[in-house]
């Protein structure tokens, strides 16, 4: 079956230490986005990619970074630079514009940082 | 950049009708989605809109005016799965990212 599978459900980490949320998908799409959700605030896109090796920072990427050396995959990482990295991580994949519409998003990450 | 805006909560009975308003302001434009989350789950998706008018699925229905900047998601027959937050996004058009509203919370009670 083709989807984008995230891993793992629930994190938890100390403060200070980085730590890495897996996204792959198999669906062949070209862009791939890190959003975070906290309650109360929607989804704020971090970090985003349309092609591999080449990424964009999004609203709130400060204490966070990516890499793209693969089309199927986009690891987050959450820096001890993020002050508040608390909250449920989403990652989400899409064919271009032109080439699709809507974007699929994994199950999700919630990392807690304690 | 993109503002969007839509109402914090709603609540409806199952069996009825419930309208979702979401206005936006935005730089670039390339259409416009609505998603459905269920508590601690991923957004699924529900309907995109890029030109004017109504698109209807099943017992959801969405409604678009660019020159408005103005959307709505229809739900029509409430059941009490249906309660969840609606997320409404808007796809930019020079950086085809989407830009999510803060969702709108619905309660459906028996």
């Known amino acids: 079956d083709g989807g984008i599978t995230q891993s793992p459900k629930y994190l938890f980490r100390k403060e200070g230490q980085n730590v890495t949320l897996s996204c792959e998908q198999n669906l062949n799409h070209d862009a791939m986005y890190w959003y975070r959700q906290d309650p109360g605030q929607g989804l704020r896109l971090i970090y985003y990619?349309?092609?591999?090796?080449?990424?964009q920072k999004g609203d709130i990427a400060e204490g966070y970074s990516v890499s793209r050396e693969k089309k199927e995959s986009f690891p987050l990482t959450v820096t001890s630079a993020q002050k508040n990295p608390t909250a449920f991580y989403l990652c989400?994949?899409?064919?271009?514009?032109?080439?699709?519409?809507?974007?699929?998003f994994g199950q999700g990450t919630r990392l807690t940082v304690v | 950049g993109q503002n969007i805006d839509q109402p914090t909560e709603m609540t409806a009975t199952e069996g009825a009708i419930v309208q979702i308003n979401c206005t936006y302001q935005?730089?670039?434009?390339?259409?416009l989605f609505w998603y459905q989350q269920h508590a601690g789950e991923a957004p699924t998706f529900l309907s995109y809109?890029?030109?004017?008018g109504l698109e209807e699925k099943g017992r959801f229905s969405s409604f678009l005016s660019r020159s408005k900047g103005y959307s709505y998601l229809l739900l029509k027959e409430l059941q009490m799965k249906d309660s969840a937050s609606y997320l409404c996004a808007v796809r930019d058009r020079g950086y085809s990212t989407l830009t999510f509203g803060k969702g709108t919370m619905l309660l459906v009670s028996p």
């Open positions: 809109n890029v030109l004017d």
């Open positions: 935005t730089s670039g434009f390339n259409g």
């Open positions: 990619s349309q092609i591999v090796n080449d990424f």
């Open positions: 989400a994949s899409s064919a271009l514009p032109g080439q699709g519409t809507e974007a699929f």
